[in-house]
């Protein structure tokens, strides 16, 4: 990374949004949505296809107008204003580099517009292309490019301007796994050092979870939770979040005492009920994949029995099916060292502490 | 009878635009008829002609200028058992382009030529000679329409309808009366300068200066062309505002004009479509001006030669041949046509029948050698009325 | 193994270079060789047996020359107008018109040219003459005193021949805009660009191709038209193709008429050529305006 970086903003990249609310149609696609990005932090908006993560970026760039409520950049509304006046810059999901310009003048494009002066621009852009590490490739068309060194141009060209917010749309989707990986790591370490406002949007929780400070979570055009990564990975807010981060497993069960649930294979342990749920009710229980342990013999603890069905290396990581009498299907990924020499059609025990176990009210 | 508008052909051929009835089917046509002629000549393999044996076929083929003959004629033909088939044609080069090609396997049994075209046609074979014994009704035509110099004795052709060129003019704004293609020419670099519509045909424009000037209008001598040239381009031009085939039937209702060179029916089409038709006055000026004439003529390599006679038998017949000029709007040179019209309340007749002394003093247009050098003239003068 | 797939070039490429030569080498060859021939008597079109640059000669005469200009004006103004016309309308078809309402307003672009050329041009005779309805409404707005003069004049040329290649030149501009597309548009205004200077900026030089194809396929067949300058033109408005129409309907001289084709087809050439040139260097002025000399850079 150059050091000599000349896009730290002075001014305050704090974003709220105050009850948005966008309908097409009939459909609504964002649904009165609350909420408030720090400056200089990195917030992940994470969801299924169609619960729209797009729709929210493009209100904040100002390219849709909200239905309902306000959007404050900085302290200060900006619905009112076209795109064009707004102090964000966006990383579009497909880039959308000029064709017909080059890297460099892609770059200078937004200088351009605001009537920099000719021997800034050339050092502004110098400087964001040495960011990106794409001064080499200044004189290139973008149709040219790889993929990954488009979305550095993509890139180069937003930072340029200084922005005090900068969305982006799935930069990374259209990259291979490596250099997706690769360039979260230098994405996070370059917002670190810019202290830029990012908006990110993505639908790879590994991703969001790497690189954000907080996710938001949505689902349906509403936000289901919105914590640190850590919060919504350990303390799911609902079973929707629950089996969104991470490879869940849901357990239908009733409460039969404050701290067990009986299922229709036997009972399990319970750490603590959640709040309001009372003992004879339905829940839903939700058990990460890694932290289930799967073993030939019986472990002292409770446990689940079941038939190995199937057993898959997916890496860093052994994944087991395994299905139980009721029908129940669990699966559990244990790091290779760790996993014991089973094989299909073995009866196996699941197990796991206690305190992993989340309670869900069961869905109406 | 009320006209509806035409679309009229816009072949930039003489023959094509000067008739208002000939409706535009077959767009405009660049295929020439000629060279495909000079090739054919050269193999003397025409598929010949069926022969008359009395019996009168079920089907006839006919091949025409669209929109070109009545059809309730057609159908009152048609109850006597032969269907009748019409195909169009825009100009007499496809005409010819098509007959040549298909060197009597064309399938049509009747076409409708152009006078002019006839000796070239006949001299390449590819018309039928008529055999008269076929025809009674020919002793209906007006002699004044037979025996043509381009068909000496009708050996190949009768008279399906035929025009004169004349002009016509604004009374509100010519107020003198003019009579000879002289006065024509006088009031058109006067009065009417700038206002003047010449047709966009070489040989009647051409023919405006020779009829003035006494000169034969299908002259070849060099000189006279020469004088031709200088007037036309030099003096005419610059006071001509359009050389317009079909300018006179909307030119008369629209008031584009104030004087106009016109073929006589077109006008009548022009008188009976607007509302101040007092205002205008038609001449069919001296010395003398073209007389051109379309005709029935049977293909080399007919096949159904029976029904080809009846069907030209019929049209001669008198009340038949009124309707056709009702519809056409062109005199089909029929005897007493004119005591018909009368009897009918035709309107503006003299614009149908003329006096037999116009039609003595009229001269058939001859293609021949001075044709290019008068496609020139006119381009010049077009070139000049433009500068 | 060589040989079949030559063969099976062959046969993909059958269609391709049958239509170049069917289609444009056979009948410009054709055009060509009559070129040199002459007239030879009154009922043959054209000979080649004697060949000679004589019909250039006698084709490039004053009237040719004088009438080449004419039309050269006629097809630059009416291409600069189609253009003027066409972008504002490809631009707001292409951009601002809902998608679903597209498919309609190309099909209803295209409407004219589901009439015979003939007939669609006969009707402007109608609509500009002294006594029409346009004639009457400009009176009654006190636009104009007196009648309309404009048919049978070199305006009423310049209009129907806009009229008549209008659709040509929105189609392909259209095109070019369309496929500009939106998200470019988006990223100029996220990047600042107001929507004048995205036009220009952006959507406009991209849409570069679009442009210059719909100016040649207006400016060609219009350099060649004589169907709207003889139906609307008079004295005042004559083409170039109504001479060469005339030689080879009226005179039956395709020797002479051929040589005046092949000159209109070079001239024609000469001038897109011309256009072209003084295109690129406008293009490459716009490149420099926007050139980023990068300081000490790696580049
Ligand atoms: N212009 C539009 N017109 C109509 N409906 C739209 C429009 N844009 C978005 N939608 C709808 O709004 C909803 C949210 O869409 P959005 O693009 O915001 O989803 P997303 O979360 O970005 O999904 P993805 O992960 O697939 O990109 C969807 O149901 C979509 O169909
Ligand atoms: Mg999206």
Redesign the interface.
Known sequence: MSNTSPTRPEADGSVSLVGITKTFGNATAVDHIDLEVRSGEFISLLGPSGCGKTTLLRMI???EQPDEGDILVGGASVVDL????RP???V?Q?Y???????V??N????L???RVPK?E???R??DS?ALAQM??F??RKPTTLSGGQQQRVALA??LV?RPKVLLLDEPMSALDRKLREEMQIELKLLQRELGITFIFVTHDQAEALSMSDRVVVMEKGAVQQLGTTEEVYRDPANAFVAGFIGKQNFIDATVSSPDALTTADGSIPLHRLPQGVTSGSSVRAAVRAEVVQVSAQRPNGPALQGTLAGISFLGDSIQYVVLTASGLELIARVSPDRAEHLSTGDTVWCSWDASELRVFEAAA | MVERPDIRALVPRASAARLSRRAFLSGLVVIGGTSVLAACAKSTGFAPSALPDGRVEGKLNVYSWGDYDDPSNIRSFQKSGTSVQFDSFGSNEELIAKLGATRGTSGYDIIVPTGSYIPMMAKNGLLEPLDHRYLKNMGNIDPLYLDQSWDPGNKYTVCKDWGTTGFVYDTRAIKRDLLTWGDFLDAATTEASKNVALLEDPWEVACTFFAANGIDPNTTKKADLEAANEYLVNTLAPHVKAFNSVAVTSGIPEETFTLMQAFNGDVRQGLLATDKPDAWKFVYPTPTANLWMDNWAIARGAQNMDAAYQFIDYILKPEVSFREVDYIGYSTGIKDLAAMAKKHDFSYPELVFPDAEVIQRLTPAEVNSSAGELVAILNRMMAKAGS | MARRKVNGYAAIGFPTWAYVVFFFIVPLALVLWYSFGYKPDLFTAHANDILSFDRYAEALDATFVGTFWNTLRIGVIGTLLCLIIALPFAYWLAVKMNPKWRPLALALVLVPFWTNFLVRTLGWQIVLSPRGFLSDALQNLGIIHGRLDILYTQSAVQLGVVYNYLPLMILPLYVAIDRAGRPLREASADLGANRWKTLFTVTLPLAVPGIASGCLLVFIPLMGDYITASVLGGAQGNMIGQLVASQFNTAQNWALGSAMAVLLMVFTAAAVIVFGAAGLIIRSLVRRSRRVQLQGGAA
């Open positions: 760039a100002g390219f076209p795109p064009h006046r964000v810059n966006t579009f497909s959308a580099l000029f064709p017909h310009m080059t460099a003048e770059v200078a494009y937004g351009r517009q605001r021997d621009i050339a050092r852009v110098q292309l001064v080499d200044a004189d060209r937003a301007n």
